[in-house]
């Protein structure tokens, strides 16, 4: 696994951070060969379609683990209250509660984080409920100590890093996941027992829970969607992914960053070079709102050029 990795995170960076091209051309060309029949881009349409398959499965396991990351200034499985906690702790006292745990006294970590598994999910077997609570425990751990650290990815869209800089840090973080979680080798367990994680609320087992910007239901049922690979058919399951969304907005938006060529790509049919933000926040929501609304023109402008042309000739016919 270790072996392959650094081929798998290239390979989801390089589809992910291109959402415009990869969007358009999903939809695009579902609608030209599934709807229209033209069978000369049934090729591409195979191609762009594996592409998205595998890659949106490993992407979807690097932004769990990120987002699991967080639960050492975003998640507090203490009760309200606990050794001088505040009864609604913000981001950094949390952060300070869990530093002094980890460095103090990590046995109480262990205990709170197995208190509110087992409160959280009683019917669960004892074997499943410390694999949770290990879990919470070591992803806190790693992340106090430094040994697992978040990309930067705000220093890509505000040049204080490249875009190579920061791939390094991607896998080095995919790396460490793996190594510590089996996140790869073994997804939909991760998977799994992430989103049981990320559905500990304070009302099921009395303890402060997950801040309302992290986690939650939101990266639960996003997870859930991930879980359906294999379980849908691969269009239906992409598609599914193109909806999901977390607290900041869709699947693959604020995650990465946006390449180049797909700047380039918006310049094309928008007419000025414009930034990460504005394509995740603008463009790619309109791009599937067009989708969702059957606007095919807007959907086809964003297509590469090679194929804009013939694909225009199709929505005419």
């Not at 505040?86 to 205990?111: C, Q, W, Y």
Request: net charge negative.
């Amino acid at each position: 696994m270790f072996m392959e990795l650094p081929r798998r995170v290239d390979h989801f960076i390089n589809v992910v951070t291109r959402p415009i091209e990869y969007c358009s051309l999903f939809y695009g060309l579902n609608y030209l060969v599934d709807v229209k029949g033209v069978e000369e881009f049934t090729d591409i349409y195979r191609m762009v379609v594996d592409d998205l398959y595998t890659a949106f499965y490993d992407f979807g396991v690097f932004i769990v683990g990120e987002e699991l990351w967080d639960m050492h200034f975003a998640f507090c499985a203490a009760p309200p209250r606990a050794d001088g906690l505040p009864r609604d702790p913000g981001t950094s006292e949390v952060a300070i509660f869990h530093e002094l745990l980890v460095k103090g006294n990590p046995e109480k970590l262990r205990m709170y984080a197995m208190r509110a598994v087992r409160n959280a999910y009683p019917e669960l077997p004892y074997g499943e409920q410390r694999a949770l609570a290990w879990m919470i425990e070591r992803f806190i751990t790693l992340a106090v100590e430094r040994e697992l650290v978040k990309p930067d990815v705000e220093a890509v869209w505000e040049d204080r890093k490249t875009s190579t800089e920061a791939e390094s840090e991607v896998l080095d973080f995919c790396m460490k996941l793996e190594e510590h979680f089996s996140a790869f080798s073994r997804p939909e367990t991760f998977l799994r027992r992430a989103k049981l994680i990320f559905e500990i609320t304070p009302q099921a087992c009395d303890c402060v829970g997950w801040h309302p910007f992290y986690g939650g239901e939101r990266w639960a049922r996003l997870t859930d969607t991930l879980l359906l690979r294999g379980r849908l058919p691969k269009v239906a399951w992409i598609d599914a992914c193109w909806g999901a969304e977390h607290q900041t907005g869709n699947f693959v938006a604020y995650q990465l960053w946006v390449a180049g060529s797909d700047k380039w790509l918006v310049r094309e049919v928008e007419g000025e070079l414009l930034g990460d933000e504005y394509i995740y926040a603008e463009v790619l929501p309109r791009l599937l709102d067009a989708k969702r609304e059957g606007d095919m023109k807007v959907v086809l402008a964003y297509c590469l050029l090679p194929l804009r042309d013939r694909l225009k000739e199709v929505l005419r016919s």
